[in-house]
């Protein structure tokens, strides 16, 4: 095994914590992994892992390596293509992120004219509500709605999805249209949060004078945002969503649009990456396809 290779071997096993993991990830025996590490660590002269029955966790050594081998790999990414002309040159893995609902509303609907022009590309696209991490699991990049918190990660705001606030007809049927703010009071709202337990924050609505919350009754609380959809399409309550994502139901009838006047503010839309020297060609291209596909969905 070259060092290249084992550089990538080591770097999957820190990301993990874990030379299970990391062969799963690898598609590589375990006994290759664990050879690779003690092999590095011979020609490093240096213990890179503590490990133990339950974790593995890198020295102070292994954290220093790990940094510098992310970079070397990075630019070997940036050789391999680096005298290749024509988009059909650009080859690899490119692994990413985003909601369910940017996935199967936007992105994979135009996915395929981006593979057709790089071919030698190979996408492993996950889309789930949660968030991810990107450097334990190995992404590239993530594509994230919603304020952000604290982060080492490099932020590109792309821009934000308005929202609407919706109902099915049926729902409107039986409790009737809100007029108002007022209104809510006799109306039930379908409660969305990242994690279960955690307070609902109710209804938002946006002024002059910033966002404001009104605390709203509900029977179901959902931390998917296919859950959420769904629950409003049964009827069982309002939901503030993405219009993105609510279009084509409201075109279509199975949703209506109330409170006009009352909507949340709009989502921020940021593309995440961890920070390198040089961020891989085949991630920077795929980035600015993104923001391309999601840019007429933007305010």
Known sequence: MNKLEAMQIFVRVAELSSFTQAADSLGLPKASISVAVKQTESWLGARLLHRTTRKVQMTQDGQAFYERCKDVLADMDELQSMFQRGEEALGGRLRVDMPSGVARYQVLPRLDEFLQRHPRLELEL??????????????????????????????????????????????????????????????????????????????????????????????????????????????????????????????????????PDYRAAPMPVTLLYAHRRNLPRRAQVFMDWLAEALAPHLV
């Open 126 to 259: 996950s889309s789930t509500d949660r968030k991810v991490d990107i450097v334990r699991e190995g992404f590239d990049c993530v594509l994230r709605v919603g304020e952000l918190g604290d982060s080492s990660l490099v932020a590109r705001p792309l821009g934000r999805f308005r929202q609407l606030n919706c109902a099915s007809p049926g729902y409107l049927a039986r409790h009737g249209a809100p007029a108002g703010l007022e209104d809510l009071a006799r109306h039930r709202l379908v409660h969305y949060v990242s994690t279960l337990g955690a307070r609902p924050a109710g209804w938002e609505w946006r002024d002059g004078n910033g966002s404001h919350w009104l605390a709203m009754a509900g029977s179901v609380i959902v931390n998917n945002a296919d859950a959420y959809q769904a629950a409003c399409l049964a009827g069982l309550g309002l939901i503030q969503a993405p219009e993105s994502g609510v279009r084509h139901l409201l075109d279509s009838g199975e949703l209506v649009e109330v409170l």
